[in-house]
Each structure stands twice: as structure tokens, then as C-alpha cells.
């Protein structure tokens, strides 16, 4: 029997992993214990033995104790976490954001779902898609019932009616249904960490990537995405090497549950004469949804010159990814454009027409001062937080 005892397959290795920030392995599950080790967030420990709401496990190290069962996630919840790094390894990059504050990644959209990874303040993160989901309604209070009102025949001065009177109800029209409001929507991001770990994270909690040369002519909106076309020089301005950024910025407004990224286009050139940032061109009421491609083209007479393409819905036909909350279109367009100087035209197919300068706004500066807006650069802008 000792032989068969020897040949009998060893159980597998059983592993949790550490939710929280920080936390620490007791000798023993009572009031009064010693630490044994502390142990940090996304460390692995392997199960010796299983209590009520403890666990005896033990570190790479062979520091042995009890943890609470809730301090930690199973090996399924954390193959999920490994398989959505797996899944969106190689996802393009939509816009880069930096983290207020300590933050965990969920596996799914929703302050319910499962947590793990938390990553600290000011960490750099990739975001890679957008989400919307119901949000966390608080409780309520119960209705109180209201008492049917009586109603008797019985005016001033008449006699009481006997007690073989019924009295009648009066009856009370039903109040008309209330109409039903959609429940309010929170947005979510996926993001991706320096380290290649996926997740998703509450989008108000993330401060969108803009420059600070850019970031005060937001006019209220919610810069989603800012990307250089391309560079002008002006040994005059502030910049490194005078070497000036010019941007294509998409905005929208500040409200979370709207179907689509962005609803406006915005083109920022900079100009030489005055040393200022302008506004070469506009577009409003979009329905576009994010990445924005930018890249050159080459092209005949004019040469290579700096292009964009933004993916907008040609209708109101929206599918909603049930898994995640993500809205994706069902018809979408791709229009290309070109950047000429400070003029914006539309690529048309090698077939058509060449295109005509598409119609503009007057050049605008910031509120600022040129000279002012000429020192902008180096200098944090006073600008809405992205939420």
C-alpha cells in the first residue's frame, strides 16, 4: 500500500493573488496574532490549507500564515486579467492618459465587476476603448402607503348614521404611469500600463494627454484626442529649437453615455507672423468614433504634405457590445484630409475633382495675447479637467 501511496499523483498547486495595496500573513486566525510577512498587491501565494474566512497560504519565499479569503482573487479571476492582456496585446493606441490617483483595473466595465492590478498615481496608461455602462444607483427610500380617504353622508347637524351604515370610499383616480427614465450611464475605459497590463478603469478618474499649448483653447469642451501633424519653424517662439507643434484635436462634451467619442474636429496651426496658435479649421455636430489616423501623403504638384482621417457614422444605427458596454456603429464612413500651410482640403478618390479649400473660420487666436500665448509653452494651462 506504501508503494501505491508513493505512485498517486500529486494534487495540483492551488494559488491565490493579493488584491490589496499592501497587507500582512498572520501565525494564527484570532484575536490576538503576530505577523509572519507582508506581502503587496499581485503577488502570488499558494493555498496550504483552507479556513472559514481565512486561508493558510505560502509565499515564494516559504513564509507561511493566514490571509483573509476576501484580501485575494482565485486563479480563474486572474486568468481572466491574463487573458484580456492577451486579447488586447496589440490593440492601436487611441489617446494616452495619466491616473490621478490610485486606481484598480477591473476584468469588466462596472464598480462590481472583479479588480486586481491597482496601479499607483500619475501612472502612464494607453487607452484603447470606450464603454458605457449603468451606473451604481443609490438606495431609496420605500414609498409610504397612502390611507384611503372615508367619506360619509353625515353633514353638520344631522345625526350620527347607524352603525348599520356603510361608509363609502371615496374613490381616487390612479396617478398616470410614470414614464420611465433610461438609467444613467458612466463611462469606462480599457487601458494598458507600461508593463503590458489590461484593464478597465473609470474614465473621470483619467486626465487625458494634451499639451499644455493647446489645452486652454478647449472652450469648455473635453479634449478626447490631440495628435501633431506636423512641425513649423519660428525661431522666435518658446519652443525647443523653434520647432512649433501643430495639432489635430477632437473634442466633445462632458457627459458620460454618449454614443459616439467625439461630436467636433478642430485644427490648430501656428502662425509665424504673430507667434500664436489660430484655428485653421472646424467641424462640428460629428458623430465620430476614435482612433484619428495621422501620417503624410504624397501628392502630385504639392508634394508630401501631412494628412488625417476620422471614422464617422453615416446614421443613427448603433449596436451595443453586450459584453462590455462599447457602442460600435453599424455604418461607418472614412474621410481623409490634407493639411496645406494653414489650409484644410478634403482627399477626394484619384477619380474625382480635385477638391476645393473646404469653408473655414476666420483665423482665431486664444483669448490670450499673442505674446502671451507665445510664452504658453513651459507654462501649465488653467483648463477643465478631462473627467
Known sequence: MGGCNRLRPKPAAEYVYVVAKETFLRDRVAAVSNRVANVTNG???QVVEKGRRFLKVKTDKGEIGWIEEHGVIDQDAYQQFADLAKQHANDPVISTATLRDDLYLHVKPGRQTDRFYLLPENDKL????????????PPQAAPVARKPVVKTDTKAGDKPASPATVPTIAATPSPPAAPVEPPALEDWWLVRDTQGRVGWMLSRRLDVDVPDSIAGYAEGQRIVGAYKLTTVSDP????PNGQV???VTVMS??????PYDFDQVRIFTWNVRKHRYETAYRQRNLQGYL???????AFDKIGTVPVFSLKTATDDTIAID???????PANLTTQTFRLEGVIVRKVEPPSAAPPPPLPSVAPQASRETGKKAAKHHGTRAKHPKHH
Open 43 to 45: 503577488q502570488r501565494l
Open 245 to 247: 507643434p501643430e495639432f
Open 253 to 258: 462634451p462632458y457627459k458620460d453615455g454618449l
Open 291 to 297: 482612433p484619428v489616423q495621422v501620417g503624410t501623403q
Open 126 to 137: 494607453q487607452m484603447l476603448v470606450r464603454a458605457s455602462v449603468p451606473k451604481d444607483a
Open 236 to 239: 522666435e517662439s518658446s519652443f
Open 322 to 328: 453586450p459584453a462590455t458596454g462599447a457602442a460600435r
